[in-house]
């Protein structure tokens, strides 16, 4: 009788469509979630820009 020549088990292939799905929704998610990230830290350079800009023109200036 011929024996198998690997230590690995069969699982079964609704097992692993179940693990990669999971898998790829994870991923995605973190994709999803670096591009909000992203897109917040833009949109704090453009108000802290806007800011700054906005309180140079508010500072009154002293007369020496």
């Not at 917040?40 to 309180?55: I, V």
């Amino acid at each position: 009788m011929l024996e198998p020549r690997t230590h690995f088990e069969q699982i079964p292939l609704e097992t692993v469509r179940k693990i990669v799905e999971e898998q790829i929704q994870r991923e995605t998610a973190a994709e999803q979630d670096q591009g909000t990230k992203e897109r917040t830290l833009q949109e704090d350079l453009l108000w802290a820009r806007e800011r700054s800009m906005n309180s140079s023109r508010t500072i009154p200036r002293l007369e020496v």
